[in-house]
């Protein structure tokens, strides 16, 4: 039985339903699709709660079936067709079997272009692989490895975190590849996770993208502002969370998970009431925590990205973009130097479009450049 956290504010990792807030209609509709065959594709902003909520469905199905087999894998940091095989591999290889001569055994069946070296985890005695893949066997290894998830004989499902990478990747080939394997496979079924939304729905909704229409899509919005205080509430005992506090939180964050739980779990760790005086001090460390990391990311960009950066800041939300009011309010160069500008701000998700218009993504980074002078 898992011990009662010393903080209740989970800022990263996922524990249990207890220290989950809500996403109870998305949960069970993702576990309706999952159990019935179907292949989902979850779509929103970063740090909205996306990795909490696969891990909540994953946690709910191995909880009805104990056998179930439940895999995640981030592919954010891949780069290439390459990288994204040998992460795919070591996630999957070694998992359809409890018992280690079992797993190995399966893996020597269907894995030949691969050179696998398994070991076992001393406490646990999993195997664990590790992979050398071959540039020239890329696409036999991947072949391979989905020969080895056909063959599992109970449930088994796999999410794909940062899917839009591989719309990135210098090979072409990688999403009709995946395709075709994928839907071959009748036990396993995935949920293909992404935050670049645009590059999402293109993937899945353009007619000439390889996954056009494979799956059910499903964008999740900010949890429900009452929901959201009542399990905050619920948590910060024995102390009282007053609601102007969490209310005043969650509308300057505009109900993101990641940055009410980083704020809620610093409030929590300090002594006392929670109150405005106390909000603002967290904010204010949260800031310059990440100061350093701040000034490496504008380092790398020329003075007119920067100077772009600081006004969407200052403004919050930019809805008309090149208008000659905001461009001579800021002082910023012609339209068309806004327009490059922005270009290369939005592909490196600096800068996020919402429905409202363009925002600073990293709403911590967006306070910071507001204290900055021109």
């Given at each position: 039985?898992?011990?009662?956290?010393?903080n209740?504010?989970?800022?990263?990792?996922?524990?249990?339903?207890?220290?989950?807030?809500?996403?109870?209609?998305?949960?069970?509709?993702?576990?309706?699709?999952?159990?019935?065959?179907?292949?989902?594709t979850?779509?929103s902003?970063?740090?909205?709660?996306?990795?909490?909520?696969?891990?909540?469905?994953?946690?709910?199905?191995?909880e009805?079936?104990?056998?179930?087999?439940?895999?995640?894998?981030?592919?954010?940091?891949?780069?290439?067709?390459?990288?994204f095989?040998?992460?795919?591999?070591?996630?999957?290889?070694?998992?359809?079997?409890?018992?280690?001569?079992r797993?190995?055994?399966?893996?020597?069946?269907?894995?030949?272009?691969?050179?696998?070296?398994?070991?076992?985890?001393?406490?646990?005695?999993?195997?664990?692989?590790?992979?050398?893949?071959?540039?020239?066997?890329?696409?036999?290894?991947?072949?391979?490895?989905?020969?080895?998830?056909?063959?599992?004989?109970?449930?088994?499902?796999?999410?794909?975190?940062?899917?839009?990478?591989?719309?990135?990747?210098?090979?072409?080939?990688?999403?009709?590849?995946l395709?075709?394997h994928?839907?071959?496979?009748?036990?396993?079924?995935?949920?293909?996770?992404?935050?670049?939304?645009?590059?999402?729905?293109?993937?899945?909704?353009?007619?000439?993208?390889?996954?056009?229409?494979?799956?059910?899509?499903l964008?999740?919005?900010?949890?429900?502002?009452?929901?959201?205080?009542?399990?905050?509430?619920?948590?910060?005992?024995?102390?009282?969370?007053?609601?102007?506090?969490?209310?005043?939180?969650?509308?300057?964050?505009?109900?993101?998970?990641?940055?009410?739980?980083?704020?809620?779990?610093?409030?929590?760790?300090?002594?006392?009431?929670?109150?405005?005086a106390?909000?603002?001090?967290?904010?204010?460390?949260?800031?310059?925590?990440?100061?350093?990391?701040?000034?490496?990311?504008?380092?790398a960009?020329?003075?007119?990205?920067?100077?772009?950066?600081?006004?969407?800041?200052?403004?919050?939300?930019?809805?008309?973009i090149?208008?000659?009011?905001?461009?001579?309010?800021?002082?910023?160069?012609?339209?068309?130097?806004?327009?490059?500008?922005?270009?290369?701000?939005?592909?490196?998700?600096?800068?996020y479009?919402?429905?409202?218009?363009?925002?600073?993504?990293?709403?911590?980074?967006?306070?910071?450049?507001?204290?900055l002078?021109?």
């Amino acid at each position: 039985m898992k011990t009662q956290l010393d903080n209740p504010f989970l800022d990263q990792g996922y524990e249990s339903p207890r220290y989950f807030c809500d996403r109870e209609a998305e949960t069970a509709g993702m576990i309706s699709a999952l159990k019935n065959g179907r292949n989902l594709t979850l779509i929103s902003p970063r740090r909205m709660g996306k990795t909490g909520l696969i891990k909540n469905v994953f946690y709910k199905l191995r909880e009805q079936q104990p056998d179930t087999i439940t895999l995640y894998m981030d592919i954010f940091p891949t780069q290439n067709q390459s990288e994204f095989v040998a992460l795919f591999a070591s996630t999957v290889l070694g998992q359809l079997d409890s018992a280690p001569q079992r797993a190995m055994s399966r893996i020597g069946k269907f894995i030949k272009s691969i050179r696998p070296v398994i070991t076992l985890n001393e406490l646990s005695g999993a195997p664990k692989v590790t992979i050398d893949i071959s540039s020239t066997n890329e696409q036999a290894s991947l072949g391979e490895i989905f020969d080895y998830l056909a063959s599992a004989d109970r449930p088994c499902y796999i999410a794909i975190d940062e899917f839009q990478q591989v719309a990135d990747y210098p090979e072409k080939g990688l999403e009709a590849a995946l395709r075709t394997h994928i839907q071959k496979l009748h036990n396993v079924h995935f949920i293909f996770s992404g935050s670049r939304q645009h590059v999402m729905q293109e993937m899945f909704v353009s007619a000439k993208r390889p996954f056009y229409h494979s799956t059910q899509l499903l964008h999740i919005a900010p949890i429900d502002k009452g929901k959201y205080y009542e399990f905050a509430a619920g948590l910060f005992v024995p102390r009282r969370l007053p609601e102007e506090v969490f209310s005043h939180i969650y509308d300057t964050f505009e109900g993101h998970t990641w940055y009410i739980q980083a704020i809620l779990n610093r409030l929590y760790s300090y002594s006392g009431q929670p109150d405005i005086a106390a909000l603002q001090r967290a904010v204010e460390q949260l800031v310059a925590e990440n100061t350093y990391y701040f000034e490496n990311v504008l380092a790398a960009y020329p003075h007119g990205s920067v100077r772009l950066l600081k006004a969407i800041a200052r403004e919050g939300v930019v809805r008309e973009i090149n208008s000659g009011e905001f461009i001579a309010r800021h002082r910023l160069k012609a339209a068309s130097s806004v327009n490059a500008s922005l270009r290369k701000l939005l592909d490196k998700e600096l800068i996020y479009r919402s429905q409202e218009g363009y925002m600073v993504y990293d709403r911590f980074m967006a306070i910071w450049l507001r204290g900055l002078a021109y």
